[in-house]
């Protein structure tokens, strides 16, 4: 009985040691707004960190300053998955969107943590590089192929 129960015991403490997590951090430095995170039509923040117990796929985040659609329509948008790479080139993936109905709102920028530190992107203008201004820019992608990747989105750098 003893060496089942601790065996039981040893596989579901792996299990959770094991588990894939995500958190998106905010840092509105703006003095207004709402940092809002949204996936799937859902609003799964509004300036709090946010963590997933499993992949965070097809995300977005954008600083809600009265004047954004629900989806971030009119305002400037951080595109994210967040997800354990199981090949070569399928971890994380963040960028930063202009394509209409999205434009420059607020300076923007991210930044990956606790894996793939240093890496990220900043938008300062409605004019910047850095961000997709038609969908063939995907240069501008930031990929991470470190497990259980966090996320720092910055308004007013």
Same mark, same amino acid.
């Given at each position: 009985?003893? +060496?089942?129960?601790?065996?039981?015991?040893?596989?579901?403490?792996?299990?959770?040691?094991?588990? =894939?997590?995500?958190?998106?951090?905010?840092?509105?430095?703006?003095? @207004?707004?709402?940092?809002?995170?949204?996936?799937?039509?859902?609003?799964?923040?509004?300036? #709090?960190? @946010?963590?997933?117990?499993?992949?965070?796929?097809?995300?977005?985040?954008?600083?809600?300053?009265?004047?954004?659609?629900?989806? #971030? =329509? #009119?305002?400037?948008?951080? =595109?994210? +998955?967040?997800?354990? *790479? &199981?090949?070569?080139?399928?971890?994380?993936?963040?960028?930063?969107?202009?394509?209409?109905?999205?434009?420059?709102?607020? +300076?923007?920028? @991210?930044?990956? @943590?606790?894996?793939?530190?240093?890496?990220?992107?900043?938008?300062?203008?409605?004019?910047?590089? =850095?961000?997709?201004?038609? *969908?063939?820019? &995907?240069?501008?992608?930031?990929?991470?192929?470190?497990?259980?990747?966090?996320?720092?989105? &910055?308004?007013?750098?």
């Amino acid at each position: 009985m003893f +060496t089942t129960l601790s065996l039981v015991s040893l596989v579901a403490l792996a299990a959770s040691v094991s588990a =894939e997590t995500h958190t998106v951090h905010f840092d509105n430095r703006c003095g @207004f707004g709402t940092p809002t995170l949204i996936q799937g039509g859902r609003v799964l923040s509004t300036g #709090g960190d @946010f963590t997933s117990n499993g992949p965070l796929t097809a995300a977005i985040a954008y600083l809600q300053t009265g004047s954004c659609g629900f989806n #971030g =329509e #009119g305002c400037t948008m951080v =595109e994210t +998955t967040l997800v354990n *790479p &199981t090949c070569a080139g399928c971890g994380s993936s963040t960028d930063i969107t202009l394509i209409a109905p999205h434009s420059f709102s607020v +300076t923007t920028g @991210f930044g990956y @943590f606790n894996g793939c530190d240093g890496v990220g992107q900043d938008c300062r203008s409605g004019s910047c590089v =850095e961000a997709f201004h038609q *969908p063939s820019d &995907t240069f501008v992608q930031r990929a991470c192929q470190s497990n259980n990747v966090n996320l720092a989105i &910055t308004f007013c750098l």
